[in-house]
């Protein structure tokens, strides 16, 4: 999630803990603590793939911020002991501020390693959008009260209910999704398509427009854009994989992590003598994807692909249609242009350089 949304987060659970004993400061380190695991954006990996699947690694932890937690409840008890409240409690306490972080990112789309060391596909719920206001403002205007208000007993309440409702509308958004993924998967069945996983991602800041990418046998995959609202089958475009091309690399670190960091929800292209790997999991739709890799290339057509250093593949972020697909959410008509968007995918466009290999965007 977003960095705003994590640090109010942090900071309700901490004011609705311990708000009553530490006031303001309790927001002000609970506001801090949460935004910690995000710090490993700091750490340069050399290029964008590395970049991409080492964020929400170790920092993301479980382990490691159970650990965390451990030791600064030992360090504060010691630092500033208190009577109003026992060693359990303020470790409970700052171990959900903490890791409260790492859950929140995993109703995501893009992949958090929760059990790190452990290596399973990272944990990806998919059910809520970076940035969704919907689930943070009410509890940012209770924390923001609180912090100009001071020591209210009642805003300290209000701050439960607000986190109550944080608890509520992600139990929506997940329900939302398999409503959503039932609705697509039955029009699949009607159409004949063999359907072998199934991906869904929640659209830009509401949990009732949803981007659903569905896995064939024949090695394609199809994409749907289907609203809550929909009284019409959504629109729907079949593209191909090209799963071929990812044998044709050899050795090649940063694909295989790309393979397993997205679950190998990857699309390959051949652009000229370039090999494009494209993450299905986030994006506007087929041709406005978040992110897209320049993987390999060769001399010419028949020649061995040879893996170079991953660079990001210019791509349409998709912020003119932005509006186009927010209106999506309430009207069917007219469908969005899914075809059209699909063009963007096989053009040749010069990598800009110099290219910052290890930047993540924001709130990713």
Known sequence: MDSITQA????????????????????????????????????????????????????????????????LTLVWRRWRPSPHYSAG???????????????????????????????????????????????????LIIVLAAAIMGH?????????WALAWCCIYLALSVFS???????????????????LAMFSTPQ????FLWRVVARTSDDHYVEAIASLFDRKPPEHLRQPLNSDLATMVPNSPQLAGLQ?????????????????V????MGLGTGLYSFRFLMATRKNPGHVWQPITPEYWPRERGFEELGTVMKRIWWQDPPLPL?????????????PRPLDHTTIPPGR
Not at 204 to 207: L, N, V
Not at 344 to 351: I, Q, S
């Open 177 to 195: 999704k398999l409503l959503i993924e039932y609705r697509v998967r039955q029009v699949l069945r009607q159409d004949g398509t063999n359907v």
């Open 204 to 207: 830009p800041f509401t949990i």
């Open 8 to 71: 109010v987060l942090g900071a309700g659970i901490q004011g609705a803990m311990l708000g009553r004993f530490q006031g303001r400061k309790a927001l002000l380190v609970g506001a801090a603590l949460a935004t910690l695991p995000d710090l490993d954006v700091l750490i340069r990996y050399g290029d964008p793939v590395s970049g991409m699947i080492h964020h929400r690694g170790f920092s993301h932890s479980l382990f490691v911020l159970t650990a965390l937690a451990a030791l």
């Open 260 to 276: 397993w960091f997205t679950g190998n929800w990857l699309r390959y292209d051949a652009i000229g003598n370039k090999l494009v």
């Open 339 to 351: 075809e059209q968007w699909a063009s963007n995918m096989t053009e040749d466009r010069p990598v």
């Open 152 to 160: 209210r007993p009642g805003l300290w309440r209000a701050m439960r």
């Open 89 to 139: 409690w303020l470790f409970l306490t700052l171990w959900l501020v903490l890791a409260t972080h790492p859950l929140l990112d995993a109703f995501t789309s893009y992949g958090t390693q929760l059990w790190w060391p452990l290596r399973p596909i990272p944990t990806s719920w998919s059910s809520i959008f970076i940035i969704d206001p919907f689930f943070t403002v009410p509890l």
């Open 278 to 281: 494209s993450d299905l999991r």
